[in-house]
Structures are given as C-alpha cells and as structure tokens.
C-alpha cells in the first residue's frame, strides 16, 4: 500500500520560519528541519534564511554531496501542493503544462488589424492637430 504523501500550500509552509519551528521547501518537498539546525554543517543561519520561499536554487548551488541529499528524506513530511490553474476562471496562468497561454494573444488574428489601424488613427489625429497649428 503506496504512503500517502501530506500536501502543503508554500504560504503555509513558509509560516514556519523559526527555530524552534523551522520548514524548508525544496524541489517541491516540504522538510522540517527543526532538529537539525544545531547539526547544519553551514550553520542555522542558512536554514533559517531558506524558509519562506523555494530554496531549490540556493541548495543546489550549495553543492551538496549524495549524502546529504539521502539525509534529506528523514526530514520530508510533505509536498508542496500544485497551484489550481482554474481557481480564477478569468485568469489563465503560464504554467509549465500550459506554455500556448503566453502567445495566445500573439496568435489573436485581431492583432493584425488592430495594431495597423491604431497607428494610422493616431498618425491622423497628428496630423491633423499639426496642420490646424500651421493656420
């Protein structure tokens, strides 16, 4: 039988910022590392300063050797829980699944006649307040 994994939202996770109750999220995985601040070999400042936010970068150019990363699963008690794209229907999000969101408007056909059309009314308009100036 597969263990069920916890879901955490980052806003709650990153409500555990302090010693004495300390989360890291890294590659999506939600670690509590409150007991191992005293151990860190760079030091709990580090830990503490990765809470809060996706600390995936920050640990990956720490260089950490496979040892460290084994020791990493004693401490995971979750997962960070994929956003809903559709919790504002009015709102279409990028997402990694979702890439043609960003160049929809790029492909409108509206945009091929909206933009010419725009530049020739503001190039009349200019014109023409230019002329009336000239009398």
């Not at 004495?20 to 601040?37: A, F, H, R, S």
Request: aromatic share 8%; with cysteine.
């Amino acid at each position: 039988m597969p263990t069920l994994t916890k879901l955490y939202s980052m806003r709650e996770a990153a409500q555990h910022n302090k010693r004495e109750d300390c989360w890291v999220v890294i590659d999506g995985k939600v670690y509590d590392v409150t007991t191992y601040l005293d151990e860190h070999p760079g030091g709990d400042d580090v830990l503490l300063s990765a809470t809060g936010k996706d600390a995936t970068e920050e640990f990956e150019d720490a260089g950490h050797s496979d040892t460290a990363r084994k020791l990493m699963e004693d401490y995971c008690i979750g997962e960070i829980e994929k956003p809903t794209i559709n919790v504002i229907p009015e709102l279409e999000i990028f997402t990694k699944d979702n890439p043609q969101s960003s160049t929809k408007f790029l492909d409108s056909p509206l945009l091929y006649w909206v933009l010419p059309a725009t530049i020739v009314c503001i190039s009349a308009v200019a014109a023409t307040v230019v002329y009336s100036r000239r009398k």
